[in-house]
């Protein structure tokens, strides 16, 4: 196109045209040809910097950069983490694995339950005291259950109803109760009531009651409930429970006439569980209730004296107005009475430590007195028996001087060293320390008599006073019984979890944790009552309020649920 314009448009408007065509064929001028009939056109590129873009583009690109490292160091960290707990996971816990293994295998031989410390009860129930929340332990101990349960069953099936009804106690305390539970329990009080026949329940009863036996495994209201459960509807038996509840109303209320409102409550609650709709049981209750607020200050001051009497060291002796007196005339008041009862501990406590000091001024005589009178207060105190094993060390009878070495006229002579032991002693000592220390282990530590640990560390006393492992070994079972509390506590075995909280007040009187320990298996049996009374088992849930009262007869909680249970909601 040539820069020529033409002006031939009609409206003045210039047209393109195409150029002389007549030269196509024609070779092409060069390209350093100036004569291109065309304008000449110069280029010219300035030198800048670059585009703002490309500076963020390049920017954007460290940031990347520094965020990849900054990611790759933190996954490297935490794979440093997950490696180091791994290998934390894989570190082998020796002691709770090895429990769990002889469990499992405890309970695939079928040795469900014992006192060996080797059935897969107590060791699943051992794992859980060293990891509370293992599930392995939990599902073992329901395994255990349902074992029993099954046990239960067969034994049912077969006629032993002894065995059946043992098998499923244990099962129950594993398993919570259940429809299983309960049923098989019906089914055996209905096979003992149709075992026997119905005259001869009919003349025990009657018997138990004109004897005045009204509860109990062979009082009236048991025998009577027996046949109750063979026949629902049968009119002598529920006449007859009507005569029980008449007596023990009646036995209520001649303990309250008397001011004894411990022995009216525990009549009240054997009436409730027995009938829980019986007409008079809320009189009772208010009657009770009345009673107790009239003896409670009474109560309170005695215990109140006798702590001020502790502090201000009148221990015991003549006169009104020791501790000794105070604290036994609370108990008069109230037999159950946890303070006083720990003031009387307090107090045999006190007696010890005074003896203790009578034997370091080589006083016997008067550390001997001291023991005794500890000894009428608590005579299983761990404290007590270590004492009574000095003074007999320190009262052995000495050798009779030789002619050639005559006693001294002008002094007394210095108390004889005990005699030497002999090799055969020194060993039975050793072997006697040794059982001791694994029935405290095995948890038997008051009982049985004679292989208990307090008996085998007092035998061993008995023939060396100053055995210090033996020694020790007293004064270290009442902290290992805290310890089997605790375990007994958080796998549920509340009954004997109450067993080693009296174990407790026997070893150690007046310990100060026992009113804590107390006050957390009340809350256990407790909670229990409350999932039994939503089961709908009644029985049991009279059970768990009764040992519960019998730890804290007053306490308000106790009172709701047995208003709950007597209500039948």
């Known amino acids: 196109m040539s820069g020529r314009r033409d002006h031939n448009g009609r409206d003045g408007r210039a047209e393109p045209t195409l150029g002389d065509l007549g030269d196509l064929d024609s070779t092409r001028p060069r390209a350093d040809d100036p004569d291109d009939r065309l304008p000449p056109i110069s280029f010219h590129t300035p030198r800048s910097a670059p585009p ?323 000894e009428a207060l608590a005579p299983k105190s761990a404290d007590l028996a270590a004492a009574r094993a000095r003074l007999i060390a320190k009262a052995a009878p000495a050798s009779p001087p030789t002619p050639a070495q005559p006693a001294p006229e002008t002094k007394e002579p210095p108390p004889p060293p005990p005699p030497e032991l002999t090799a055969d002693q020194i060993e039975q000592v050793a072997e006697l320390v040794r059982r001791a220390r694994t029935a405290a282990t095995q948890g038997r530590i008051m009982l049985p008599p004679g292989e208990s640990a307090y008996d085998l560390y007092r035998n061993a006393l008995a023939i060396d006073g100053n055995n210090q492992a033996a020694l020790q070994g007293l004064e270290d079972l009442p902290n290992l019984v805290v310890q089997l509390f605790n375990q007994s506590l958080a796998s549920g075995e509340l009954g004997k979890a109450g067993e080693l909280l009296g174990a407790l007040g026997d070893l150690s009187p007046g310990d100060s944790s026992e009113s804590v320990l107390r006050e957390r298996l009340v809350d256990a049996w407790l909670d229990q009552a409350e999932q039994q009374l939503d089961r709908g088992d009644r029985g049991n849930a009279a059970q768990s309020i009764e040992q519960a009262r019998r730890l804290a007869p007053y306490l308000p909680r106790v009172s709701e649920l047995s208003r709950r249970l007597q209500s039948g909601h």
């Not at 469990?103 to 079928?110: N, P, Y």
């Not at 004894?260 to 009549?267: L, Q």
């Not at 009240?268 to 200050?297: E, K, M, N, T, V």
């Not at 010890?352 to 034997?359: E, G, I, S, T, Y």
């Open 52 to 374: 703002a873009r490309h500076r963020r583009v390049r920017l954007r690109t460290w940031h990347v950069v520094a965020l990849v490292i900054v990611l790759v160091l933190g996954a490297g960290v935490w794979a440093l983490r997950e490696y180091q707990s791994s290998l934390r996971d894989m570190v082998p816990r020796t002691e709770l694995n090895d429990v769990l293994t002889r469990a499992d295998k405890a309970l695939q031989d079928g040795h469900l339950d014992g006192t060996d410390g080797t059935s897969a009860r107590e060791l699943y129930q051992g794992a859980r005291a060293l990891e509370p929340d293992n599930d392995r332990a939990r599902e073992g101990l329901h395994q255990v259950g349902m074992a029993e349960l099954s046990r239960a069953d067969t034994a049912f099936r077969a006629g032993r109803l002894d065995e059946a009804q043992q098998e499923l106690t244990v099962a129950r305390e594993l398993l919570g109760g259940g429809s299983d539970v309960d049923r098989l329990d019906r089914m055996i009080s209905q096979a003992r009531g149709a075992a026997q026949p119905a005259d001869d329940l009919v003349e025990r009863a009657q018997q138990a009651l004109d004897a005045g036996r009204l509860t109990g495994k062979d009082g009236a209201g048991a025998l009577y409930q027996q046949m109750l459960a063979a026949d629902r509807d049968n009119a002598i038996a529920q006449h007859g429970l009507d005569q029980v509840g008449a007596g023990l109303a009646a036995q209520a209320r001649a303990a309250l006439a008397h001011g004894d409102a411990t022995t009216a409550a525990s009549t009240i609650d054997q009436l409730a569980a027995l009938l829980p709709s019986y007409g008079d049981l809320p009189a009772l209750r208010a009657a009770l209730a009345q009673a107790q607020h009239q003896s409670d200050g009474a109560l309170q001051e005695a215990i109140s004296q006798g702590q001020q009497a502790l502090r201000d060291g009148r221990i015991a002796g003549a006169g009104d107005d020791t501790a000794l007196a105070h604290f036994q005339a609370a108990l008069k008041l109230d037999p159950d009475n946890v303070q006083a009862r720990a003031g009387l501990g307090q107090v045999a406590q006190a007696l010890v430590v005074q003896a203790n000091a009578a034997l370091d001024a080589d006083d016997t005589e008067q550390a001997a007195h001291l023991l005794d009178q500890a």
